[in-house]
């Protein structure tokens, strides 16, 4: 009896641990402000189903007790920004950067999606790069991603940067594919108009076949012809960065998210 009361008191704490890195929840639909996810597919998931998960950063524990970060300065968690609250802020210096990679996996052999919501802020754009990242990692104990997407914003006068490819923001993608080697969008290949402030969301999906498509605000902007590599499929984390140098230029992740098909 006594190990019984013992092992229902740990489910407890740790079910109020993960219920205190959650938002409050209402469709996505009803408040664009604050989004809200869904922990798991199932109350009663079986034992081959893979959970949901979703990291809302509500508080600074979330950060500190649910990731290990990489870079100086290290990520950080902020209360407000964009109108949005509890948000992921990854601090790191171009070209370096920081990162952020999850406790939790993410990864499996019947596909699964990862997404984030994310914005750039920029109110003094003179020599800045400002980058926010998701990805999955191709390690473990590594922030290095084998599967990643980032917006990157490049303002003026950005050493080695050409002066053509200033005051834009594009997306810069790459994925390992089977047999080991990297395959990449060229790093100017896909500018996008996003403005200072604004709220979009970044998603990598996996098929059941290991194509991979790349997504911003649901729409597919990048879907190679190539299977991701199995390393990639085998539970591995969920790593966020890049680029967020000083406080007039900032790069926001609201959440982060993933799922496992059947997609809800």
Not at 11 to 35: H, I
Not at 68 to 84: E, F, H, I, M, T
Not at 115 to 139: A, F, K, Q
Request: glycine letters at 6%; aromatic letters at 12%.
């Amino acid at each position: 009896m006594k190990t019984l009361r013992y092992l229902c008191i740990a489910v407890l704490a740790g079910s109020f641990l993960f219920a205190a890195c959650t938002k409050d929840e209402v469709a996505p639909s009803q408040d664009p402000q604050n989004s809200v996810l869904t922990e798991s597919r199932s109350d009663h998931p079986s034992i081959d189903q893979k959970l949901d998960w979703t990291d809302n950063f509500s508080n600074s524990e979330c950060l500190t007790q649910r990731w290990d970060l990489y870079g100086y300065p290290q990520p950080s968690w902020v209360l407000n920004a964009c109108g949005r609250k509890g948000l992921f802020v990854n601090n790191g210096i171009y070209p370096q950067g920081s990162f952020a990679v999850s406790d939790a996996p993410a990864g499996d052999i019947c596909g699964y999606s990862i997404e984030s919501e994310v914005c750039i802020n920029v109110l003094d754009n003179e020599g800045v790069v400002v980058s926010p990242e998701i990805g999955v990692t191709r390690y473990p104990d590594s922030p290095e991603s084998g599967i990643s997407m980032r917006l990157m914003y490049i303002g003026n006068n950005v050493p080695g940067i050409p002066r053509e490819y200033e005051n834009k923001t594009y997306v810069v993608m790459k994925m390992l594919v089977r047999g080991g080697s990297y395959i990449y969008s060229e790093d100017y290949a896909f500018p996008v108009n996003i403005s200072s402030g604004s709220w979009h969301k970044l998603q990598i999906r996996v098929d059941a076949l290991h194509f991979v498509s790349f997504m911003i605000d649901n729409a597919i902007i990048w879907k190679p012809g190539y299977q991701l590599d199995p390393t990639m499929l085998n539970r591995n984390h969920v790593v966020l960065g890049y680029v967020s140098p000083d406080n007039k230029s900032k790069a926001y992740h609201d959440y982060v998210r993933v799922l496992y098909p059947p997609y809800n």
